[in-house]
């Protein structure tokens, strides 16, 4: 057995009788036992970092550790009790009252408080307290243990902040969170989803994040996952793939994906997806404009010109890709254009295009780049004849009549065709060649083909010296103030206008001729055009209506009869110049004419372009004392509801119907509704082309006014027409 030491108290009295004594002996080993745990309790208390306090049965502070002191900055019990206690450093006096409550009715407390130190700073406090009660268990007092957990109250603010800021920008982001488990099934998805895709999350979790996506993306975003699980931490861009919305369109996502599998508080792979719908629609948008033309929605120049580069990269790898470009304009387009106005001719061209587009196969390209011009770009042809055709089949597709808002319209195009060869090495030449092919087909025959060949290239470049020898011919009549004596010069030639009722001259047309010092007599059907195009049709314009009016100041001088007339033509260009009334007044003034024997012609398509502005023009031209004739009638487009409003008073007949009165019965009809129509309106009529004497007389029978052609005189320079003064051609 084991031996134990044990303490007593030893108490010997001796007594006064005798020599007895007596021994009491009292076992207090409990008692130290109990005074040195006391003792070790009292240490552990003082050193103790918690706040230990003690208050007795009536709630007075008798006893508060170091720790205490410390936490609450009171000093000694005192000062505490001043206040009212321990319980008066609660700041909410309603759980203090509670807390008080509970001690009084003989039970502990435990909880958390706001507590307020002597120097006023508000701390948050883990408060425990116990009852101590006595042997019979009454209350003798009260244990309270406080621990200070502002910093860890605060960490845990801090944290709900956070989280409550991370869970605002989660919901809010216009970024969709996803969170897959190691077999791609969603476990979360953020609210975001719902808004960007339509999809809630209950619709989700459970389902594999492949169900959505596009089945040409599904395969690739497939192995970029899983590739992503092999390595923890591992994070890589998804790049752009298709996701199904609810509404079964489809949006694009842009996406990083990062595997937080071995994370234990995600334990997923982490998708964070941006929607980019909108960026790719716009930048689509931008490609669109880049490369396609706004009103036909067809290619455009830019992606006519790649897709011509790589067909002639493809032919010369295999010389048998054979492929042909066609160019398209259309006839008299700005004539519709400028009188039905520019909406009309907007609907025109998508109409066209829509029609040319039919007649294309698949793979071929066609493309708008200009106002009323299309390219074509036929891919995998055998030869030139299914150019040909295609060309054809586009003219005949055209050519049909067209309603467009109640209007009927009618059009033509005239096309250029080239033929691909390993001499082309630049789509630009391509172009360019069919181009010099469409232009000469609407020199020669508006409305027609014709297929590039490399003589073309010496009439271009015939047309650009033509040009050069043309502008310095012309910038010499403005030198030498429009005087005729010098070797580059222009001068008029003059073709009888006569009454075909009497056969008396009654007038002269002054046509501009050309006479070069190294060409010799130049073509009006060679000069005229290029005079057109380039604007020197001005200045040249400006001398034939001087030098016009310069002779018939001659003529009415020694000749007295004073209806004699000259016709001058006006071209479009000067017709359309602001100061056109200002410079016709001018050579008035200069020359003293009667003005009365003067006679503009402009055509019908110059007075359609702007039937306006044009009736403006003339009634001031009329107010001027002239007269007006159209010239041309009935070979362009015409508006009858226009032609009543415009103060002319002459309708020339084209020759080319007068020429084939006899061998077509149509053209005779065409003649006889002109003189018809003209005469409804109070006009005279003037016949063009007159070549033979049963031309002459159907145009008698008709009720024709005047005529002029070789039947009577070729046009003829100023010393022969004076010759003609006076004359009667029958």
């Given at each position: 057995?084991?031996?134990?030491?044990?303490?007593?108290?030893?108490?010997?009295?001796?007594?006064?009788r005798?020599?007895?004594?007596?021994?009491?002996g009292?076992?207090?080993?409990?008692?130290?036992?109990?005074?040195?745990?006391?003792?070790?309790?009292?240490?552990?208390?003082?050193?103790?970092?918690?706040?230990?306090?003690?208050?007795?049965?009536?709630?007075?502070?008798?006893?508060?550790?170091?720790?205490?002191?410390?936490?609450?900055?009171?000093?000694?019990?005192?000062?505490?009790?001043?206040?009212?206690?321990?319980?008066?450093l609660?700041?909410?006096?309603?759980?203090?009252?509670?807390?008080?409550?509970?001690?009084?009715?003989?039970?502990?407390?435990?909880?958390e408080?706001?507590?307020?130190?002597?120097?006023?700073?508000?701390?948050?406090?883990?408060?425990?307290?116990?009852?101590?009660?006595?042997?019979t268990?009454?209350?003798?007092?009260?244990?309270?243990?406080?621990?200070?957990i502002?910093?860890?109250?605060?960490?845990?603010?801090?944290?709900?902040?956070?989280?409550r800021?991370?869970?605002?920008?989660i919901?809010n982001?216009?970024d969709?969170?996803?969170?897959?488990?190691?077999?791609?099934?969603?476990?979360?998805?953020?609210?975001?989803?719902?808004?960007?895709?339509?999809?809630?999350?209950?619709?989700?979790?459970?389902?594999?994040?492949?169900?959505?996506?596009?089945?040409?993306?599904?395969?690739?975003?497939?192995?970029?996952?899983?590739e992503?699980?092999?390595?923890?931490?591992?994070?890589?861009?998804?790049?752009?793939?298709?996701?199904?919305?609810?509404?079964?369109?489809?949006?694009?996502?842009?996406?990083?994906?990062?595997?937080?599998?071995?994370?234990?508080?995600?334990?997923?792979?982490?998708?964070?997806?941006?929607?980019?719908t909108?960026?790719?629609?716009?930048?689509?948008?931008?490609?669109?404009?880049?490369?396609?033309?706004?009103?036909?929605?067809l290619?455009?120049?830019?992606?006519?010109?790649?897709?011509?580069?790589?067909?002639?990269?493809?032919?010369?790898?295999?010389?048998?890709?054979?492929?042909?470009?066609?160019?398209?304009n259309?006839?008299?387009?700005?004539i519709?254009?400028?009188s039905?106005?520019?909406?009309?001719?907007?609907?025109?061209?998508?109409?066209?295009?829509?029609?040319?587009?039919?007649?294309?196969?698949?793979?071929?390209?066609?493309?708008?780049?200009?106002?009323?011009?299309?390219?074509?770009?036929?891919?995998?042809?055998?030869?030139?004849?299914?150019?040909?055709g295609?060309?054809?089949?586009?003219?005949?597709?055209?050519?049909?009549?067209?309603?467009?808002?109640?209007?009927?319209?009618?059009?033509?195009?005239?096309?250029?065709?080239v033929?691909?060869?390993?001499?082309?090495?630049?789509?630009?030449?391509?172009?360019?060649?069919?181009?010099?092919?469409?232009?000469?087909?609407?020199?020669?025959?508006?409305?027609?083909?014709?297929?590039?060949?490399?003589?073309?290239?010496?009439?271009?470049?015939?047309?650009?010296?033509?040009?050069?020898?043309?502008?310095?011919?012309?910038?010499?009549?403005?030198?030498?103030?429009?005087?005729?004596?010098?070797?580059?010069?222009?001068?008029?030639?003059?073709?009888?206008?006569?009454?075909?009722s009497?056969?008396?001259?009654?007038?002269f047309?002054?046509?501009?001729?050309?006479?070069?010092?190294?060409?010799?007599?130049?073509?009006?059907?060679?000069?005229?055009?290029?005079a057109?195009?380039?604007g020197?049709?001005?200045?040249?314009?400006?001398?034939?209506?001087?030098?016009?009016?310069?002779?018939?100041?001659?003529?009415?001088?020694?000749?007295?009869?004073?209806?004699?007339?000259?016709?001058?033509?006006?071209?479009?260009?000067?017709?359309?110049?602001?100061?056109?009334?200002?410079?016709?007044q001018?050579?008035?003034?200069?020359t003293g004419?009667?003005?009365?024997?003067l006679?503009?012609?402009i055509?019908?398509?110059?007075?359609?372009?702007?039937?306006?502005?044009a009736?403006k023009?003339?009634?001031?031209?009329?107010?001027?004392?002239?007269?007006?004739?159209?010239?041309?009638?009935?070979?362009?487009?015409?508006?009858?509801?226009?032609?009543?409003r415009?103060?002319?008073?002459t309708?020339?007949i084209?020759?080319s119907?007068?020429?084939?009165?006899?061998?077509?019965?149509?053209?005779?009809?065409?003649?006889?509704?002109?003189?018809?129509?003209?005469?409804?309106?109070?006009?005279?009529?003037?016949?063009?082309?007159?070549?033979t004497?049963?031309?002459?007389?159907?145009?008698?029978?008709?009720?024709?006014e005047y005529?002029?052609?070789?039947?009577f005189?070729?046009?003829?320079?100023?010393?022969?027409?004076?010759?003609?003064?006076g004359t009667?051609?029958?």
């Open positions: 057995m084991g031996s134990s030491v044990r303490q007593y108290l030893i108490v010997a009295q001796k007594y006064d005798g020599n007895a004594a007596c021994t009491v009292l076992d207090i080993t409990e008692l130290r036992e109990t005074e040195t745990a006391l003792a070790l309790t009292g240490k552990a208390v003082e050193s103790s970092s918690e706040a230990i306090s003690m208050t007795d049965a009536n709630g007075n502070h008798i006893f508060q550790n170091p720790a205490f002191t410390q936490l609450f900055d009171y000093r000694n019990v005192s000062e505490l009790n001043a206040i009212g206690g321990l319980l008066s609660i700041v909410d006096k309603r759980v203090a009252k509670k807390i008080s409550e509970r001690m009084m009715s003989g039970s502990g407390w435990k909880g408080v706001t507590c307020r130190t002597r120097r006023g700073q508000i701390i948050q406090i883990l408060m425990r307290i116990d009852v101590i009660r006595d042997a268990d009454k209350i003798t007092g009260f244990v309270a243990v406080s621990t200070d502002t910093e860890r109250k605060q960490a845990e603010k801090q944290l709900r902040e956070n989280e800021r991370f869970r605002s920008l919901e982001s216009t969709i969170i996803q969170i897959l488990d190691s077999h791609g099934i969603y476990q979360y998805v953020s609210p975001s989803q719902e808004r960007i895709l339509g999809y809630t999350s209950t619709e989700l979790i459970g389902k594999s994040v492949l169900e959505l996506i596009h089945p040409n993306d599904r395969w690739w975003v497939e192995q970029d996952i899983e992503v699980k092999q390595y923890p931490k591992m994070r890589r861009g998804l790049g752009e793939y298709q996701v199904r919305h609810k509404n079964g369109s489809w949006c694009v996502l842009e996406a990083m994906v990062m595997n937080l599998l071995d994370d234990e508080s995600v334990q997923g792979i982490v998708i964070n997806c941006h929607d980019v909108e960026k790719k629609s716009a930048q689509e948008k931008l490609r669109r404009q880049s490369f396609y033309d706004s009103l036909t929605d290619p455009n120049r830019a992606l006519l010109m790649d897709r011509l580069q790589q067909a002639l990269g493809y032919i010369h790898i295999n010389s048998s890709n054979l492929f042909a470009v066609l160019t398209i259309l006839d008299r387009f700005k519709i254009n400028e039905h106005g520019h909406s009309m001719g907007d609907k025109l061209l998508i109409e066209i295009a829509q029609r040319i587009k039919t007649c294309l196969r698949p793979g071929d390209t066609v493309a708008r780049i200009g106002s009323d011009e299309f390219v074509i770009l036929l891919e995998k042809i055998d030869d030139r004849e299914d150019a040909i295609s060309a054809t089949l586009i003219q005949e597709a055209i050519a049909r009549p067209l309603e467009l808002d109640g209007d009927k319209l009618s059009i033509t195009a005239s096309i250029g065709i033929i691909s060869s390993d001499d082309y090495k630049w789509a630009g030449d391509l172009v360019r060649d069919a181009n010099i092919a469409m232009d000469q087909a609407k020199v020669q025959n508006p409305g027609s083909y014709l297929v590039f060949t490399s003589s073309m290239h010496s009439y271009v470049t015939e047309m650009m010296q033509l040009e050069r020898d043309l502008r310095q011919a012309v910038d010499m009549l403005e030198e030498f103030s429009f005087s005729c004596s010098i070797a580059n010069t222009f001068l008029l030639n003059y073709q009888p206008i006569v009454s075909l009497t056969g008396d001259l009654v007038g047309e002054a046509l501009a001729r050309w006479r070069n010092s190294e060409r010799g007599m130049v073509s009006p059907i060679k000069f005229i055009p290029i057109e195009e380039t020197l049709i001005i200045p040249l314009g400006q001398w034939v209506f001087w030098e016009a009016c310069r002779q018939l100041q001659e003529w009415q001088k020694i000749y007295s009869q004073t209806n004699l007339t000259i016709a001058i033509n006006i071209s479009s260009k000067q017709f359309s110049q602001s100061n056109l009334i200002l410079q016709i001018r050579i008035l003034e200069k004419i009667d003005v009365q024997g006679k503009i012609e055509t019908e398509s110059v007075v359609m372009d702007n039937a306006e502005s009736t023009v003339l009634s001031h031209l009329r107010e001027l004392g002239m007269q007006l004739s159209v010239d041309d009638f009935g070979t362009g487009y015409s508006s009858l509801s226009y032609l009543h415009f103060p002319i008073n309708l020339k084209d020759k119907f007068v020429t084939n009165m006899g061998v077509n019965g149509e053209n005779c009809e065409i003649v006889r509704a002109i003189v018809t129509l003209a005469h409804s309106l109070g006009l005279d009529v003037v016949a063009e082309g007159i070549e004497e049963e031309q002459l007389t159907q145009l008698k029978d008709l009720g024709c005529g002029q052609g070789y039947l005189s070729k046009p003829v320079n100023v010393t022969e027409a004076t010759a003609l003064l009667n051609f029958f």
